[in-house]
């Protein structure tokens, strides 16, 4: 099948397809971690099922921060070329239309179907396979865009390892025709490093050469050096669903996941159809919890990527806070979610990584920048103590969300030794 050619003849055409990578592999880690979020618990399964899961439950969560290593990658491709990254996206689900027609999103409870959407995602190059049964183009191709055309506009490509190339022989030729120096304005000060985000894979974009390695990461990882997809996305996700299938057959009875579906507080402000809407009121309550969680990840990866005059210090900080607040507090309120009635006969609530709005850069100053980070850390405390105290949840649940509660305080206190005292809210305690 003959792929349709990325054109990259200006900056703007390069910093378009960025954002857009930016975007779909925030939209892919989420599906990853939904998927990861649904997986029972050992007591709900035998000794083998659980095994396997356990398995399951660590390659996804593992791919899942190789996802996150990509959106970072990406976003110091875009800080190179002197563009701010972002962490805005839409919301779920993206059928046709706002990605090219063969790439469509949607939040899939751990099982076949999931599985098959990952393999399709994630398949190399040149591979033809068909995505989940469920997921049909319905939108139209995107129609080539001309050189000579100065303003961006969305392009088709037809898998991840296909923007990159793209991504990659534009580079090329940008910085042919303006320079190496011209192209890469941004300042090293902006890139996430190794040695901030203990990712060894992790690579600071200044030139050329390390713009080619950055997307050389993200191919290898994803779908595989030049064909070798054994240990990339692909290859893992095929070992799984083969694994799956087996037990599957051994006992058709086996649902290593629960029924969940994601969950909104409200209809999305980007999404014309209806979605689900939780009604249980616990549901509701750590969704709002698990929703500002989510936010807080996101502004405090925003504030590093965009900071201004913060110390290394500082910037140290901002990484650990966004790793901290992911894997402490998000997760496991997400997690913990799963277990709760949605609302809806026979399905538990889904954290759906509600976007409550179209996401952009905080101030650039830096005093009420970390001022805003600190408030809203304290708002995440104060809601989930209250959510403790009204109780009526499960014993493992409210455990949970009582932990995220401590967790999120050791955060907001860290950040609030770099926020001015005349700064700080004196109506509630830190």
Not at 73 to 92: D, H, K, M, S, Y
């Amino acid at each position: 099948m003959s792929e349709p050619s990325i054109v990259v003849a200006n900056r703007e055409h390069l910093w378009w397809l960025l954002i857009e990578a930016a975007q779909l592999e925030h939209m892919i880690m989420c599906q990853y971690l939904y998927a990861e979020f649904s997986l029972k618990d050992a007591g709900e399964l035998t000794a083998v099922q659980a095994e396997a899961v356990g398995r399951w439950r660590a390659t996804l969560r593992g791919i899942a921060v190789e996802e996150m290593l990509h959106l970072a990658l990406v976003a110091n491709l875009t800080a190179a070329i002197g563009a701010a990254p972002t962490f805005g996206r839409p919301n779920f689900p993206q059928r046709s239309g706002y990605f090219p027609a063969g790439f469509q999103l949607d939040l899939l409870p751990f099982g076949e179907q999931a599985l098959r959407h990952f393999l399709y995602l994630g398949r190399p190059e040149g591979m033809e396979l068909e995505d989940a049964h469920e997921f049909v183009p319905a939108a139209p191709g995107r129609t080539t865009l001309a050189p000579e055309e100065l303003m961006p506009r969305g392009q088709e490509y037809t898998t991840i390892g296909h923007l990159y190339r793209g991504l990659e022989e534009g580079l090329r030729a940008l910085c042919d025709d303006l320079g190496e120096q011209a192209v890469f304005v941004g300042s090293p000060r902006a890139q996430a490093t190794p040695e901030l985000f203990r990712w060894p894979q992790l690579v600071a974009v200044t030139d050329l050469k390390s713009a080619l390695a950055a997307i050389e990461t993200i191919i290898e990882q994803g779908e595989g050096s030049r064909g070798d997809w054994r240990e990339a996305h692909y290859g893992r996700f095929l070992a799984i669903w083969q694994e799956y299938r087996d037990l599957r057959a051994a006992d058709p009875a086996f649902e290593p996941a629960r029924p969940v579906v994601p969950g909104y507080l409200r209809q999305p402000y980007d999404i014309a159809g209806p979605v689900p809407l939780l009604t249980d009121p616990g549901a509701r309550g750590l969704a709002e919890l698990a929703v500002v969680a989510y936010e807080l990840v996101l502004h405090v990866l925003t504030r590093f990527f965009t900071h201004t005059d913060e110390s290394d210090e500082q910037l140290g900080l901002l990484v650990g806070t966004a790793i901290g607040l992911m894997a402490d507090v998000l997760r496991p309120l997400a997690s913990a979610m799963t277990r709760l009635p949605s609302g809806h006969e026979g399905r538990t609530a889904g954290f759906a990584f509600e976007m409550y709005y179209a996401m952009t850069n905080t101030v650039p100053w830096r005093e009420p920048s970390w001022a805003l980070l600190h408030e809203r850390t304290r708002v995440l405390v104060e809601r989930c103590a209250e959510v403790e105290r009204a109780g009526g949840a499960p014993a493992e649940v409210a455990a949970e969300v009582a932990a995220a509660g401590r967790r999120a305080a050791e955060y907001a206190e860290r950040l609030a030794a770099h926020v001015p005292a005349r700064l700080r809210p004196t109506s509630r305690t830190t």
